[in-house]
């Protein structure tokens, strides 16, 4: 994989990425989209929120991901009574009848967590996403009067929007830590459904990620790929104003032209884009255009990422919460359709 | 019966005779009279030329010659016919002499009816060596007068002159309406084309290609003209979609007129995209101002419904 130019090195890797997302492809059909997605995420280096029912296949998705960048993996349950300290240890009594303490999930992989996957992250208390973000943003966390490392941690959390009880609304800012939210759908392809259900493939999990090509990817060396992605793929003037003009939009649509139906446009946005979300989607912007093969980034590669990078991060009135995936999708759709690049 | 009425010829015979007598047959006379003997009105100047022929021992006294400002009075009262103005020219010649008289009159009578007038007789007086002086007369003209106004009511079928045309109805109301209609109906027509070509003077002209390709004439073919053509291009698409457009997909969804030019419109796109966000990126077009109002064009001509 090493190489001498830059170029060279970048063309080896985007092999490697196509490679990697063709291996998880074959294991989890029907999901194309957001498998180019968590391969843009995984380059850009960002956090990732899916968004899915349950039983889609998003622990097989990230288990197949896994094992195609190596490097190690976890998964923890959001439950109402998970505590921030089940995240960094578990205690129990061993065999010797003495009390035994135990890294958690967290701590458990060491510097080779890979992919931290928080299942149902809207069912843990507010302590333990505030431990969960100071872990995002840092990837640091201090326990047993040590200061442990995460370089090559990506977290991949869910959330299951069908159902409100017993669950905690995920605060804006901790939305924002996300680079994307990605749905996870059941696939509309009737043959793909039918694979699903009929295919005994598909049945064993465990052996249907054992055809996923192992260590296709080196997690170690991933931040240092994803920097020479970000240096190499260049963003025209023109670019740069078609994206300032899309963030702006964002905070004020009704100044652009946007309009809604049956919406108070006046009333909608609370508050758009953040700098930090402009940043990420300019970073997945990038990254998709260097898996497309281009040395610039184009305004089919901010769509390519638009929704996902920026739908979870506005802020709408609470009278517009409820129907927020459905309003910030049609919001988003709108601001591409008016914006115009140059 | 007869014999009465041989008598009365005799007399009248006798009489003519008499008067031609009075002028001495060595001179002769030729008058040049006005165009018309009917419709003067008060104000008119009538000119008459008198030409006098007369051998050369024969001269014409100027003193004799009529003096302007007289009007001939009859019966203690004025004719109205007032001499206005008389010019004389002498041409001498080697046997004869010939005078030339230009007398101009002013009418200054009128009447509530047409009335008989004449330029009067005038008088000039000859003589010479060995001859002794004799006046000549020159004929009076005669002519008539007409009023300035009809006097009472006219009954038009009994006026069968055909000095005047015919009489004209007042179409003054009447051609104000056909104007003001015109206007009106002009007005509305415009508004109809205006409506129904789309903002424009015909249907399907001065669409946004249209007004792009027009546009493009007058952009320079410099580095900052092509991205100005280009984005001017970008501007006309989105008018056409209505919304912006990424992609020649999107175009065509929208718009089928343009299938034909699919492939002009993806070297469109390759080429803004070789403008303004990708340098690297090579379109394959090498004069791309000249090629890009050839594109417009194309796509003027699928607005049209042309293609």
């Known amino acids: 994989m090493s190489t001498s130019t830059p170029d060279s090195l970048l063309a080896d890797w985007r092999a490697h990425a196509l490679k990697l997302e063709s291996e998880v492809n074959k294991v989890v059909i029907g999901q194309q989209r957001p498998i180019r997605l968590i391969t843009i995420a995984i380059f850009a280096r960002g956090h990732v929120l899916l968004e899915g029912d349950v039983g889609v296949g998003k622990t097989t998705l990230l288990r197949a991901f896994t094992r195609g960048i190596g490097g190690g993996y976890e998964r923890v349950e959001g439950t109402i009574d998970l505590m921030p300290n089940d995240l960094v240890y578990h205690t129990y009594l061993g065999e010797d009848g003495r009390p035994h303490v135990d890294a958690g999930p967290l701590l458990r992989q060491g510097e080779r967590l890979a992919v931290f996957f928080f299942n149902e992250i809207n069912r843990a208390r507010p302590q333990v996403h505030s431990l969960l973000l100071r872990v995002m943003a840092e990837r640091t966390l201090t326990a047993f009067n040590k200061e442990h490392h995460f370089p090559h941690m990506l977290v991949f959390a869910d959330r299951n929007q069908v159902e409100k009880e017993e669950t905690f609304e995920i605060p ?33 999990v465990d052996r249907l990620i054992e055809n996923v090509q192992a260590d296709i990817l080196h997690f170690d060396r991933l931040n240092g790929i994803g920097l020479a992605i970000q240096e190499q793929v260049q963003a025209s003037p023109a670019l740069r104003k078609y994206a300032l003009k899309l963030w702006l939009a964002t905070q004020n649509p009704s100044a652009y032209g946007v309009q809604l139906d049956d919406v108070d446009m006046s009333r909608l946005v609370l508050s758009g884009s953040s700098p930090r979300g402009m940043s990420m989607m300019l970073r997945a912007a990038r990254v998709n255009a260097w898996l497309n093969g281009r040395a610039a980034v184009l305004p089919e590669d901010i769509h390519a990422v638009f929704h996902a990078t920026l739908a979870h991060r506005l802020v709408f009135s609470p009278v517009y919460e409820m129907r927020r995936t459905e309003l910030a999708r049609e919001l988003l759709t709108h601001i591409i359709k008016t914006i115009a690049a140059p | 019966m007869k014999r009465l009425l041989c008598l009365m010829l005799l007399c009248c015979t006798t009489m003519a005779q008499a008067e031609i007598i009075e002028n001495d047959p060595r001179i002769k006379i030729r008058t040049i009279e006005p165009a018309r003997d009917v419709g003067y009105t008060v104000g008119d100047v009538l000119t008459r030329t008198v030409i006098l022929e007369a051998p050369s021992n024969l001269v014409l006294f100027d003193t004799s010659i009529p003096i302007a400002g007289s009007d001939k009075k009859r019966r203690g009262k004025g004719s109205g016919i007032e001499l206005r103005k008389v010019e004389f020219e002498k041409h001498p010649g080697a046997t004869s002499n010939r005078y030339v008289l230009r007398l101009s009159y002013q009418v200054f009578t009128t009447s509530v009816t047409a009335k008989p007038a004449a330029l009067p007789a005038e008088y000039v007086k000859f003589g010479g060596k060995n001859e002794k002086s004799f006046e000549f007369r020159i004929p009076s003209w005669n002519f008539r007068i007409s009023p300035l106004a009809v006097f009472g009511s006219v009954v038009v079928e009994r006026d069968m002159s055909d000095f005047h045309g015919p009489w004209l109805l007042d179409d003054t109301f009447n051609r104000h309406v056909l104007h003001f209609l015109l206007i009106l109906c002009a007005i509305s027509l415009l508004g109809l084309l205006y409506v129904h070509g789309t903002h424009s003077w015909l249907p399907r002209m001065g669409g946004p290609f249209a007004r792009a390709y027009r546009d493009l004439k007058k952009i320079p073919a410099t580095a900052e003209g092509l991205a100005q053509a280009v984005a001017r291009l970008h501007r006309a ?34 080429l803004s995209r070789a ?20 594109f417009c064009r194309r796509c003027r001509d699928c607005e049209r419904g042309l293609k």
Do not use: C, Q
């Not at chain 1, 994307?180 to 064993?204: C, K, N």
């Not at chain 2, 403008?275 to 109002?293: C, N, Q, R, T, Y």
């Open chain 2, 237 to 270: 698409i989105e008018a056409t979609a209505g919304n912006s457009v990424f992609s020649t997909t999107e175009l065509i969804e929208r718009k089928p007129a343009f299938v034909p030019i699919r492939a002009d419109l993806e070297r469109f796109f390759a």
């Open chain 2, 275 to 294: 403008v303004f966000f990708d340098p690297s990126a090579s379109p394959g077009i090498e004069h791309p101002m000249d090629w890009l109002k050839t």
């Open chain 1, 172 to 204: 804006s800012a901790a939305r924002d830590r996300f680079m994307m939210e990605i749905p996870i759908a059941v696939p509309d392809d009737e043959a793909v459904m039918e694979s699903l259900v009929f295919d005994t493939r598909y049945h064993d």
